[in-house]
């Protein structure tokens, strides 16, 4: 059994008697000299302090990640929220969205200027930039690469003295000894060419690969189907001769038609017909260029068992590169030496300057050396951390993490004041996100009707559901008033969205009040519109029946009993029975392919910054039960759908404004959906954090954020008093054990030297037992 810490003391104390009393005195003042040390080294820095406070001294950003390391990090593979800060920060698409700018718009990135595309017809004849749509047969998008620009120093580009590639040939046991790149002695660079976007573009579309976007690639991309088939043949001739599944594959030894470099600082890309949103899929990272040299080097079967691979430790010219990577315990992205063309934007949005996001105007990127992400598992001490000013935001990609917190002030006067005496900043912002309810347009009741009076009959059905409906009332009760009430599909920050249009006002829901704010229409108002539907009170005119609606709702989708209970509560309102048909996610999509549900909740997540990654969702030819598109509604209307058509393949201009201000009218009239809420978001970070500008688009964040380092150093001491009173008690409960101690051996010593009757003192202790 093992000793316990009781046991141990009294032998200690036992062995202490035994002494004599200098020895005594020896071992107390070793111990308290120990003591003291001990809390010497206790007060420069906090006691639950992860690190040294002389690290929080440097410029380097602190945070967290959830516990499990991204999956990968390579760019034509990563399509998660939470791979996006370390592939923006290390890879470099052509394009990136303006930082501070709304509503988002497009800047060169790698690119000397914007994306122009020229049109050709069928017969490869240049067509003029005005030509009709129709006419179009392919756009040719002819773009510059900005000369001067370097990878970050790797291994993959080292060579020897005759220019031969110091590691693409390590052998079997060289390689197994490589946990990171950089283990190896040498790394090497060069310039960025255009044949390294055609290699990342190309990567798409390799059998070695298996890219998300291949599909809508194929379907735009010139040519990109017949490269697949291509380059899979010369794969499985490859594989046929043994060349083995990490065999090096060359991607540019088949013809690809629609991805080309013409020279070293040009690259052509050509799509089908006219197609205005493919420039936004070349600010991802998926377009991002992957050096032939890194292929090579990551396909070494000894490097890939070590998982030392462009899923962990990406290749590019970004403003950062990585430098440490802990499967599931900590990485860190450093500075990249070679980073020159990168600096902090001049122009935002209206009130930018104000917040102080201007103030390093022109100034070259990063503003931190280092950005340090460790694992956290649990939430609770991620947020004491983070209280502690320990991490300088718990995430720094992520534009909900600081929602909890402001929900928290709202409940909690003491978190309240907590929050705001240590000066934390929740900056806000509006996702490119939509919750709505939704109709189905072919049902008998609640959809387009199958004659006039009918299409009438359920518009005013649906009008009076809209009124009657409180949003704002869910927001303040369910989203704890976090969130944006919809008067349109559109959220703010995307080129359509107005403040004085249609986008911010539905006059069928809402009037405005003597000072011009918009309020919800009065539930008078909603009952007379069902009434002139047909049901007044909630009752069929003519035949008395109660009028029972069916919502039905997936149960992995937010709330619980209290939140249906809350639509029933909105549609009783008018006297309307609302049933729920809670159901498991499969069998919910089964039922919207098929167009059994009646009334459904759905939410949409903007691929890129357009409208029209909006409206397409209620185009008719998009129709799910027909057309097995995403119109969930089933919604078809043809002057909305004429519409779409033309405002599709505009540039942004006040014909497209015009076109999508018409089609939010339309909507507003019809009601195929009742618009819900644009989803809040707000970041989290210490004062001491600047520059801080949270999006849901712009993924590209590190490079701007800066740090005040010694402002941190100060607060972490201010927060974090180290608690000495434990200490304390302890010395004096030491010091009345030694005293105990010691009296107890001198009283030992006493009495051993004390005359024996009959005898004299004896110093022996034999002796004196002999006597």
Not at 40 to 68: N, Q
Not at 608 to 634: M, T
Request: charged share 25%; proline share 8%.
């Amino acid at each position: 059994m093992p000793e316990s810490n009781s046991t141990r003391a009294r032998g200690a104390l036992a062995r202490l008697a035994e002494l004599s009393l200098p020895k005594a005195a020896l071992i107390f003042a070793a111990v308290s000299a120990a003591v003291a040390l001990g809390a010497s080294a206790l007060l420069p820095d906090a006691p639950t302090s992860p690190r040294p406070l002389a690290e929080y001294a440097t410029k380097t950003l602190y945070t967290a990640f959830s516990g499990r390391s991204p999956r990968t990090l390579d760019p034509q593979l990563s399509y998660s929220m939470d791979e996006s800060p370390y592939t923006y920060a290390i890879c470099e698409p052509l394009y990136q969205y303006a930082y501070l700018k709304r509503p988002y718009v497009l800047e060169p990135r790698t690119a000397t200027d914007l994306p122009r595309p020229e049109y050709y017809d069928k017969a490869g004849n240049r067509l003029p930039d005005d030509a009709a749509a129709e006419s179009i047969a392919e756009s040719r998008y002819v773009i510059h690469i900005r000369p001067g620009i370097q990878y970050a120093p790797h291994p993959a580009f080292a060579k020897d003295g005759e220019g031969k590639f110091l590691y693409h040939h390590l052998s079997a046991e060289e390689a197994a000894r490589v946990r990171s790149p950089f283990d190896l002695p040498e790394t090497g660079t060069r310039d960025l060419t255009a044949r390294d976007y055609a290699w990342g573009i190309r990567r798409i579309a390799s059998p070695r690969i298996v890219s998300p976007i291949f599909s809508s690639m194929a379907s735009r991309i010139v040519g990109f189907t017949e490269y697949r088939k291509a380059i899979s043949e010369r794969w499985k001739a490859m594989q046929a001769e043994g060349a083995g599944q990490a065999a090096f594959l060359d991607l540019m030894s088949e013809p690809c038609a629609g991805v080309n470099a013409i020279d070293d600082h040009t690259l052509e890309i050509r799509v089908f017909g006219k197609d205005p949103q493919f420039p936004y899929w070349l600010a991802m990272t998926f377009f991002a260029p992957v050096p032939p040299e890194a292929d090579a080097f990551y396909t070494q079967p000894g490097l890939r068992a070590n998982n030392v691979s462009l899923d962990t430790w990406p290749v590019g010219t970004g403003a950062f590169r990585m430098a440490e990577f802990r499967e599931n315990r900590r990485h860190v992205l450093e500075k990249n030496p070679l980073y020159r063309h990168g600096f902090y934007p001049c122009e935002g949005e209206k009130g930018d300057r104000e917040a102080g996001l201007l103030e390093d105007c022109g100034k070259p990127l990063p503003l931190v050396d280092r950005i340090v992400f460790e694992a956290e598992k649990e939430s609770m001490p991620l947020q004491t951390k983070f209280l502690a000013g320990y991490y300088d935001s718990p995430f720094l990609e992520r534009v909900d993490s600081g929602l909890g917190f402001l929900v928290a002030m709202e409940d909690d006067p003491e978190k309240a004041s907590l929050y705001t005496e240590r000066e934390l900043k929740f900056p806000k912002t509006v996702q490119t996100s939509l919750w709505y309810m939704g109709f189905n347009w072919l049902d008998p009741v609640v959809g387009a009707g199958k004659t006039p009076e009918e299409a009438e009959r359920n518009r005013l059905l649906r009008q009076a559901i809209a009124i009657a409906l409180d949003w704002e009332e869910n927001i303040a009760i369910f989203q704890k008033n976090q969130g944006m009430p919809a008067h349109g599909p559109i959220p703010p920050g995307l080129f359509g969205w107005r403040d004085d249009g249609p986008s911010a006002f539905n006059p069928v829901v809402y009037e405005k009040d003597a000072e011009g704010r918009a309020q919800r229409r009065s539930i008078e108002e909603a009952k007379k519109l069902l009434a002139e539907a047909g049901y007044p009170d909630g009752r069929d005119a003519k035949t008395g029946v109660p009028l029972v609606l069916y919502f039905d709702y997936q149960n992995a989708a937010q709330g619980g009993s209290a939140y249906l209970e809350w639509f029933q509560r909105q549609f009783r309102k008018l006297g309307i029975q609302l049933e729920i048909r809670a159901t498991d996610y499969n069998r919910f999509q089964e039922k919207m392919m098929k167009g059994a549900a009646q009334i459904f909740l759905w939410g949409w997540v903007a691929d890129y910054p357009d409208a029209e990654n909006f409206l397409f969702l209620f185009y008719g030819p998009g129709g799910k039960v027909r057309h097995q598109g995403e119109n969930a509604a089933n919604y078809e209307n043809a002057e909305y759908d004429a519409a779409f058509r033309r405002m599709r393949l505009l540039e942004d201009g006040p014909e497209k404004a015009a076109l999508i201000d018409r089609m939010i009218e339309i909507m507003q009239q019809d009601g195929p959906i009742l618009f819900g809420y644009f989803p809040p978001g707000a970041a989290a970070f210490q004062s001491w954090v600047g520059n801080a500008k949270p999006s849901g688009m712009v993924h590209n964040l590190l490079q701007y954020y800066k740090v005040d380092a010694e402002k941190r150093v100060a607060k972490i001491a201010e927060w974090n008093h180290p608690v000495v009173w434990p200490l304390a008690v302890f010395i004096f409960a030491l010091l009345m054990l030694v005293r105990g101690a010691a009296g107890l051996v001198a009283r030992r010593e006493a009495a051993r030297l004390r005359p024996v009757p009959g005898g004299t003192a004896s110093t022996d202790r034999k002796e004196a037992k002999k006597c």
